[in-house]
Every structure is written in structure tokens, then in C-alpha cells.
């Protein structure tokens, strides 16, 4: 079980570090790195649009940040015959896995890239 909660742990800390900067990575938003003013020159504070949809609906961003943290647990705590290695590796992915999916589904429930 310990190394379950070590898996699940570390790749939700990853998760939560990286967030932001997946954000940009996907929408070319401006979001920055935590330390680094974090959403201070997202193109939310443009008074045109595009704004980015994770940033511009906590719906959005927090579904989709939510949804990752539920798949990683699932791979982590499923009661699979993996070994810790596995699981990590697992878990890891559903980050830019699960992340992209659900950025490129919220992107274009928003229109994101209609407007650009």
C-alpha cells in the first residue's frame, strides 16, 4: 500500500506543479510556471478574445485538473498486479494523456481556436 500512495503522490505533485504550464503549452496562453506569476499574463486579461477556456471557467480548469488527479489515483490504488514501476509510469501519462484530451474537448467547446 505504501508504494501505491508513493506512486499516486508523486505523480499528483508533478500534476500539480505542471498544471500551468501544460495550460500554455496547449492553449499558447501566456500562463507561466507557479513561481513565475502563474496566470498574471494569461491572455484572459486581454480585453479581445481568444481567452483560454481553462483559465476563463473554473468548470473548466477544474474538471479537467480533477479528472487527472481520479485517473492517477485509478491507476495507482487499482488493485492490479503492477509493480511500482508500472504505476508510476502509468500515472505519469494520464497527466499529458488525460490533460490534452480534455483541454482539446474543452478548447473547442469554447471555440478556442476559431477565434485565433
Known sequence: ???????????????????????NLVYQCGCQSWWAGAADHCNIHAAQPPHCPWCASSLAGNSSFGLVLVVQALVAFMPWRWGGLRRLAL???????????M???????AGYWRAV
Do not use: H
Open 103 to 109: 483541454a482539446l474537448l474543452w478548447g473547442r467547446y
Open 91 to 101: 500515472a505519469l501519462a494520464a497527466f499529458p494523456l488525460v490533460g490534452g484530451l
Open 1 to 23: 500500500m505504501r508504494t501505491k500512495i508513493l506512486v499516486f503522490v508523486a505523480a499528483a505533485a508533478l500534476t500539480m506543479t505542471l498544471f500551468i504550464n501544460f495550460c
